[in-house]
C-alpha cells in the first residue's frame, strides 16, 4: 500500500499536470453494501482517475472537460486545482 501511495503521489506531481479529464456520473458499493453515485474525475482513455468530493460537485457537470493545472496527493488522495473550457478554475 506504501508503495501504491508513493507511485499517486509521483503522478500528482508528473502526469497529473496539465492532465485533461471529463466528469461522468460513476457508482461504487460502499463498505456497508450501499450503491452510491458520485461524479467521478475520467482520463482521456476513460479511466476512472478518481471521485469528485461533494463538497466540489457544484462547480462541475456531467461530461464537462476541464484540465487539471495543479495536482498533489496526500495519502493517495489527490487534490487538484482544475480549469474549465469556460474559464473557471476550481
Sequence with gaps: MK?????????AQT????MPITVHHTTYTSKKGEV???LGAFTEHGNLLGLITPDS?????????????????????VRAVWHSKGGQTT
Excluded at 502526469?15 to 496539465?18: A, P
Design 15 to 18: 502526469r497529473f499536470q496539465n
Design 36 to 38: 452510491i453515485e458520485r
Design 57 to 77: 460537485e457544484a462547480y462541475v457537470a456531467e461530461r464537462q472537460q476541464v484540465t487539471l493545472k495543479f495536482a498533489l496527493a496526500a495519502d493517495g488522495n
Design 3 to 11: 508503495a501504491t501511495k508513493a507511485q499517486i503521489a509521483d503522478l
